[in-house]
């Protein structure tokens, strides 16, 4: 996965933190990301849905997607990150994790 690092990074938890570069990334990709990064913390698609204002229709047919628009990942990358008790800043990486392919 291409975001891996992004997963545990210690930016996520307590610092502001934009998680992946989901702007410049395959949507699939991004889409892999969010849905380990959910497994990982916990996080139902009930409490997803409610963070991030998207509907659990659209959260629970996540998986099974690879055309879902930047405008939708944006709020749920930003609940995720909150929900896992981070500060979403919405800017580049503070960490400047390196990520590779």
């Not at 930003?78 to 580049?92: D, N, P, Q, T, Y």
Request: aromatic content about 6%; proline content about 7%; overall charge positive.
């Amino acid at each position: 996965m291409r975001f891996e690092k992004c997963l545990t990074c210690p930016s996520i938890r307590g610092r502001q933190c934009a998680g992946p570069n989901f702007m410049t990334a395959p949507t699939k990709e991004v889409v892999e990301w969010m849905i380990a990064f959910q497994k990982l913390n916990g996080i139902t698609n009930a409490q997803w849905a409610e963070a991030s204002g998207i509907p659990k229709g659209p959260i629970d047919g996540l998986k099974n997607r690879s055309d879902v628009r930047h405008d939708t990942i944006y709020p749920l990358i930003k609940a995720l990150i909150e929900l896992a008790g981070g500060v979403w800043g919405g800017e580049s990486c503070p960490v400047a994790v390196s990520v590779s392919s």
